[in-house]
């Protein structure tokens, strides 16, 4: 009796903990404005038996959650107390007309330098769901990274059985090496970065890594109870499987949109993206193992290859010992990737534009480009480069968007072209009988869209160098994923979905395939679209869409704010 007392009074101050904080949340919002204060500063850790400093926001890793509420006005003054450049983006807002707040460097503002301040403001009109925030700046989005949580408005219920609890689980590498000096050191080697020293979840390696068998997160669960997980994947180059042993997931959002409800036992989540999923504790009492390990579809790459585990803890279970660890697919199981993907649908139908305006054709992939010094350490004694229709984008010095705004020559061109310049066997031709053989064209190109245009946009992986799934996400929208499949994309036989397609942000361009995407060009300003994995987004894989004024005040850019980043 006893120890069934301490159960019951255990899992009541853990329903009232969760449900006070949900309710808190939503009493807070309602169109009301949250404050954040934002310092970027450096943390000494101890992992995997050594010691160092790592950048963070407010000394924590991760980083401080934001929690708002549909229709919230976020404001974030971040300080810059790092010998570092910074910036934020709150990657998935959408910022309708804010785009000065969007946050990539050279792209929507200069980098926040050593000492300095800026001020994000951004509303979260009609969105909701699991976002996150990272550095948009160099490689710190290594450990410069945090959640999003933007609850219903108040009343609005979720569409599925409302959870006992909510947990947030981030996915994320960890290097030994200091990062700034590794990506350095990378790029100036032209060749490819060394695999990430571990795996995390929620900071914590586990006990598969040395000298981390008590760096472990863990989740205390009750049985019979349902515990929503909000995932992020974080990781700066890698995608990821997740599952956890004897227990399903149910799929209900992706990207910040609900989908119909889909059961799988594991799922695979992209750098960028983020994936709500139910889990019921139906199993016997016990400790059973979360895993994070990797999905590599990229051949003759080296990666880590150990999972980081977190526990899955039954209350009443014997400590420290593991009842059933998790089973994660094979590193190159495309069709475990592809089985979900298939499943993904929107809640509801949705209004797809039907007629297109305009209609891009873009090839992405990794290059090799002539070494221009005899110490290149990329393939074939050359150069690493990535590209979207064979040209790699280049940064400029000034922020483009303070270019365009003000009309400042010389900093980007508009041309960048709607198809590649030439059609071949994308996906099996390469390299032997590919434009240029392997070198890729440098330059600072823009798209430029009429506002209101109804945009489709096929993406295509290729095999320059190797086939691979690329996550590339779009800034300042979401899109509705209408087709995907392998091979080269073929308008005649590609079948689409133009009834309930899920709205995501980041997308998973099939190893050897394509992903079709359509959207509305209904929010003036510059947007990067571009690979998240950060050593092909340093690559070049990469360009900018620039979306022009409407008519109306509400179709037309904000001013920027006064205190904007100088170069």
Known sequence: MANSGIWLLTWLISFLCCALHVMGAGRAGNGSTRFFDFKVQTLRVTKLCNTKEIVTINKRFPGPVIYAQEGDRIIVNLTNETPYNATIHWHGVRQRRSCWFDGPAYITQCPIQSGQTFRYEFTLAKQKGTLFWHAHVSWLRAT?????????????????????????????????????????????????????????????????????????????????????????????????????????????????????????????????????????????????????????????????????????QYLGAVPHTETLPAKLPSFNDNLAVMTVMDGLRSLNPVKVPKTMDVNLFVTIGVNVNKCASNNCTGLKNGTMAASMNNISFVNPSLSLLEAY?????????????????????????????????????????????KYGSRVQLILQDTGTVTTENHPIHLHGYSFYVVGYGTGNYNPQTAKFNLVDPPYMNTIGVPVGGWAAVRFVADNPGVWFIHCHFDIHQSWGLGTVLIVKNGKGKRERLQRPPANMPRC
């Open 144 to 312: 410069v990274y945090g959640a999003i949580v933007v609850y219903p408005k108040t009343g609005v219920p979720y569409p599925f059985k409302r959870p006992d609890e909510e947990h947030i689980i981030i996915l994320g590498e960890y290097w030994l090496k200091d990062i700034v000096q590794l990506e350095r050191e990378v790029m100036e080697s032209g060749g490819i970065p060394p695999p990430a020293d571990a795996f995390t979840i929620n900071g914590h390696p586990g006990p598969n890594y040395n000298c981390s068998a008590n760096d472990v997160f863990e989740i205390q669960v009750v049985p019979t109870k349902t515990y929503l997980l909000r995932l992020i994947n974080a990781a700066l180059n890698m995608e990821n499987f997740f599952a956890i042993a004897n227990h399903k997931l149910t799929i209900v959002e992706t990207d910040g949109e609900y989908t119909k409800p889909f059961v799988t036992e594991r799922v695979m989540l992209g750098p960028g993206q983020t994936m709500n999923v139910l889990v019921t504790a139906d199993q016997p009492i016990g400790r059973y193992s979360m895993a994070m390990g990797p999905y590599m579809s990229a051949k003759h790459v080296r990666f880590q290859n150990i999972s980081a585990i977190a526990y899955f």
């Open 405 to 449: 705004y003000h009309k400042i020559d010389g900093y980007f061109t508009e041309d960048f072209p709607g198809a590649p310049l030439k059609f071949y066997d994308f996906v099996n031709g390469a390299p032997n009988n590919i434009p240029n053989d392997t070198q890729a064209m440098n330059g600072t190109r823009a798209k430029v869209l």
